[in-house]
């Protein structure tokens, strides 16, 4: 059983493009989770979505960030525009469908620098 | 707004030596905490989760307890490796959307 994939591992932007991040889940698990790991910060919850719904995104910046998880396919974080203080780690974590408080699984990471 | 601290913010300590993390937090009506492992440049590896109905946990050289009512979690290492040496996360799941508050990390040096 495949852990949580997430691609590309590393991403280096220009300031004013676009970047899109891209998790898939652990097999069965139809929760995500996307975090921010900023240097030398803590990590910061984002989003929270389930198959074609955004559950919680009370940590998203209002602007330029988006994230979906459709009924197909991985979960994507979009971030437009990119500015220098973009550049961070973000972590996909996946759960299982059950309801309740479960174990979160995270994936590696995409590490996004902004030139 | 859950807050969450660990103490100390690192450690470094000779090889063989059993070490204590602690975590502490706000809001003691959480669900359950996790303790995770985040190697320089790398991912998050989940250690240990506990449960909020639960006092502890072990897995192999690691023991987790929690104290809800006083807002503490503690992760004790027995017999320290350099292996060992990473930061050590706790996260607090306390709400109905899941989402983890994670603590500001202790990061572990163990000398050989």
């Known amino acids: 059983n495949a852990g949580v994939m997430q691609n590309p591992r590393h991403l280096v932007r220009r300031r004013g493009q676009e970047a899109r991040l891209r998790c898939s889940p652990m097999?069965?698990?139809?929760?995500v989770y996307w975090y921010r790991q900023l240097p030398e910060e803590g990590l910061k919850f984002m989003v929270y979505?389930?198959?074609?719904?955004?559950?919680?995104e009370s940590g998203m910046p209002k602007e330029r960030f988006s994230a979906e998880f459709p009924k197909e396919g991985p979960s994507i974080l979009r971030i437009q525009q990119v500015v220098r203080g973009d550049s961070a780690a973000y972590f996909c974590?996946?759960?299982?469908?059950?309801?309740?408080?479960?174990?979160?699984?995270f994936g590696p990471g995409t590490r996004l620098t902004v030139t | 707004k859950q807050e969450v601290t660990q103490i100390p913010a690192a450690l470094s300590v000779p090889e063989g030596e059993n070490l204590v993390l602690n975590c502490s937090f706000t809001?003691?009506?959480?669900?359950?905490l996790q303790w995770f492992r985040q190697d320089p440049g790398k991912g998050l590896t989940s250690l240990l989760l506990?449960?909020?109905?639960?006092r502890e946990q072990t897995s192999g050289r690691l023991n987790a307890s929690l104290d809800k009512s006083s807002g503490r979690s503690t992760l004790y290492i027995a017999a320290s490796q350099p292996g060992d040496s990473a930061t050590y996360l706790c996260?607090?799941?306390?709400?109905?959307?899941?989402?983890?508050?994670f603590g500001t990390g202790t990061l572990l040096a163990v000398q050989p």
């Open positions: 974590a996946s759960s299982p469908r059950t309801s309740g408080a479960y174990e979160q699984y």
């Open positions: 097999k069965g698990h139809s929760h």
């Open positions: 979505l389930q198959k074609e719904n955004i559950i919680d």
């Open positions: 809001d003691s009506a959480i669900y359950n």
């Open positions: 506990i449960q909020s109905s639960q």
């Open positions: 996260a607090v799941n306390g709400g109905a959307t899941n989402k983890l508050i």
